[in-house]
């Protein structure tokens, strides 16, 4: 997911496309992050918890950077 956010980054995009391709990555290393390194899948309830926050913060992030453009 890193390199996809590198090749996004040299691939000429620009603006919010470019800021909403990085932070759909970013969604998707910090779901993985949480769910099988810190172990959130065996707690599926705070596992829901989690994802919905960053759910939260992500459309937010995604909003803003949408309206930056």
């Given at each position: 997911?890193?390199a996809g956010s590198t090749?996004?980054a040299?691939?000429?995009l ?5 800021a ?9 290393k910090?779901?993985l992050?949480?769910n099988?390194y ?5 707690a599926p ?12 913060f992500?459309a937010?992030?995604a909003?803003?950077?949408?309206a930056?453009?």
């Open positions: 997911m890193s090749l996004a040299v691939s000429g620009t603006g919010p496309v470019l909403l391709t990085v932070l759909a990555l970013a969604w998707g910090a779901q992050i949480l099988r810190l172990g959130l899948a065996q309830a705070i596992a829901r918890g989690f994802a919905l926050a960053l759910a939260i992500m937010v992030l909003t803003l950077a949408a930056a453009g």
